[in-house]
């Protein structure tokens, strides 16, 4: 493929996996994708099975993501784990406002902007979610709710911030009920994001930044939503979960 843009796929495995089907998992795929070179791959397993993962896939191409951070470094904040703790197992990513956090942990722009400012302090590369509702998409105020949720979410970066977060396009209608957004839909999304990227920062950034498109990827679609020109990975929920699913998915996408 041929893309300025090297694609990123990452497995957001939710609070799934003991630490024994962690390894077993991860185990797998570092077996399946030893030769994969064109694509940045992911895992982020739940915090418990960090440090197991993060010792099986050393020396491999996989690297390790987590699934949240707290907006702080330490302190009195009970259940929460900071990026000086990520760091420690090697975490180089982290998924921020996802719509299950915005939804269950009602997760606001601003707590993500500034848990987003706090990974990036760390060196941690941020996976920053956003995406529509269906009464927002059927509204008709799908533009409107992501340049909402992007300019809040980025609020505060820098121009260089900006380039090495990642964007995760993940429509909420999309994420685990099985149904994908159309390839346009991916697209034309994907495109108006990169436009709002433009106008935060400028044309250049924009086109630097990594736009990965979430829900219900999977092995059969993967191949015709990577190969769009503005979708740069994916961020896999459900189909990561299998050695074979993942696999595929990455193959189909090369
Ligand atoms: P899904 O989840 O692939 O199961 O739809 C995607 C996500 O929530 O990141």
Redesign the pocket.
Known sequence: MNKDRKLII?G?W?MNKTVAEAIDLVNGLKRELATVKEVDLVVAPPFTALSEVTRAILDSNIRLGAQNMSEHNFGAYTGEICAAMLKEFSVRYV?LG???RRQYQKESNETIARKALAAHAASLKPIV?IGESLDERKGGQMEQVLETQLRGSLAGFSNDQLEETII?Y?PVW?????V?ATTEQAQSAHAFIRRVLASIADEATARRVRIQY?????PSNARELMSQPDVDG???????LEIRSFTEIVKNSI
């Open positions: 990452a957001n939710k998924i996802h719509s299950e979610c995760a993940e999309a994420i685990g009920t099985g994908t979430g829900g219900s990827v999977k994916a961020l896999v929920g459900g189909a990561s």
